[in-house]
């Protein structure tokens, strides 16, 4: 069994002379009606391990012009981003929901050359349309898949309760399946690419609650922006989101009541000691 210690990830260096040009650019795209938060979390996730540049992008027709608390992370419409030459990785899923225009907005990146982190509604819509299935399948540019078991269970038109029971094998059908790495949420996240799998052994209960699943989203497209291959920045997001929820709790933050944005800057705090 592989599992994901220190000694075997890897962390972004920044050069002396570096400009925010060299750690990448990400996109977030997601936030229907009632679910701005999942982007405003991936988003500041993204930002605070290590992108340079990190947009958000909702589809709610009342989204706000700037985050008050990060005003460095840059708002575009959805449309607005399709003309963004720089983006180095685009995350797509939180908060996105299944209308009409989520779809459309799936399709076209999915068609685009970009590293795609593909997550949460982006994963249901894929599971539900034949079409967007086919396009991850044929994509020749990086994929990442993060589903939880019930988002697992759909893309492998399975049931919940086999994917728990194994969750190897289903990562690896996954990956397989669709040409991705897979990184399979949850206690013990397994992150897994074709024929190879590892076993993430850090993180508890505390992360059992809303918004953790976009921190990670976000907190890994910022480190394929970085450079990372889509392999190393899947163990290393998985492990240093388990590890910062890991510290929280050792310091009596959790795990009953842990919030995703304490997990935030709990995982900027430990990246920066494993410089």
Same mark, same amino acid.
């Given at each position: 069994?592989? /599992?994901?210690?220190?000694?075997?990830? =890897? =962390?972004?260096?920044?050069?002396?002379?570096? $400009?925010?040009?060299? $750690?990448?650019?990400?996109?977030?795209?997601?936030?229907?009606?009632?679910?701005? +938060?999942?982007?405003?979390?991936?988003?500041?996730?993204?930002?605070?391990? +290590?992108?340079?540049?990190?947009?958000?992008?909702?589809?709610? %027709? $009342?989204?706000?012009?700037?985050?008050?608390?990060?005003? %460095?992370?840059?708002?575009?419409?959805?449309?607005?981003?399709?003309?963004?030459?720089?983006? *180095?990785?685009?995350? =797509?899923?939180?908060?996105?929901?299944?209308?009409?225009?989520?779809?459309?907005?799936?399709?076209?990146?999915?068609? &685009?050359?970009?590293?795609?982190? =593909?997550?949460?509604?982006?994963?249901?819509?894929?599971?539900? *349309?034949?079409?967007?299935?086919?396009?991850?399948? &044929?994509? &020749?540019? /990086?994929?990442?898949?993060?589903?939880?078991?019930? %988002?697992?269970?759909?893309?492998?038109?399975?049931?919940?309760?086999?994917?728990?029971?194994?969750?190897?094998?289903?990562?690896?059908?996954?990956? &397989?399946?669709?040409?991705?790495?897979?990184?399979?949420? +949850?206690?013990? /996240?397994?992150?897994?690419?074709?024929?190879?799998?590892?076993?993430?052994?850090?993180?508890?209960?505390?992360?059992? @609650?809303? +918004? /953790?699943? *976009?921190?990670?989203?976000?907190?890994?497209?910022?480190?394929?922006?970085?450079?990372?291959?889509?392999?190393?920045?899947?163990?290393?997001?998985?492990?240093?989101?388990?590890?910062?929820? *890991?510290?929280?709790?050792?310091?009596?933050?959790?795990?009953?009541?842990?919030?995703? @944005?304490?997990?935030?800057?709990?995982?900027?705090?430990?990246?920066?000691?494993?410089?």
């Amino acid at each position: 069994m592989n /599992t994901i210690a220190q000694n075997n990830i =890897i =962390i972004p260096i920044r050069k002396e002379n570096a $400009h925010k040009g060299d $750690h990448g650019s990400v996109a977030i795209i997601g936030g229907a009606s009632g679910m701005l +938060g999942a982007v405003v979390l991936a988003s500041r996730a993204a930002l605070v391990t +290590g992108a340079g540049r990190v947009y958000a992008s909702f589809l709610s %027709e $009342h989204t706000p012009e700037v985050d008050l608390m990060y005003p %460095e992370i840059m708002v575009r419409s959805p449309e607005a981003l399709k003309s963004l030459v720089q983006l *180095d990785c685009v995350v =797509i899923g939180p908060g996105l929901g299944l209308s009409n225009q989520a779809s459309t907005l799936l399709s076209f990146w999915l068609n &685009q050359p970009v590293p795609l982190v =593909i997550d949460a509604d982006a994963l249901n819509l894929i599971a539900s *349309d034949n079409l967007l299935s086919n396009l991850l399948k &044929q994509r &020749q540019v /990086t994929s990442i898949i993060t589903p939880h078991p019930g %988002e697992a269970a759909r893309l492998l038109n399975n049931t919940s309760k086999d994917i728990q029971e194994n969750r190897i094998e289903s990562a690896l059908k996954l990956a &397989q399946q669709y040409h991705a790495i897979c990184v399979l949420k +949850g206690a013990n /996240t397994v992150v897994a690419q074709e024929n190879q799998y590892h076993i993430n052994t850090t993180g508890n209960a505390g992360l059992a @609650s809303g +918004g /953790t699943g *976009d921190v990670l989203s976000g907190m890994l497209g910022s480190l394929v922006a970085q450079g990372l291959d889509a392999l190393e920045a899947s163990k290393t997001g998985v492990y240093i989101h388990g590890v910062a929820a *890991d510290s929280l709790v050792a310091k009596n933050i959790g795990p009953i009541g842990l919030t995703a @944005s304490e997990v935030i800057l709990e995982a900027r705090h430990l990246l920066n000691g494993l410089q």
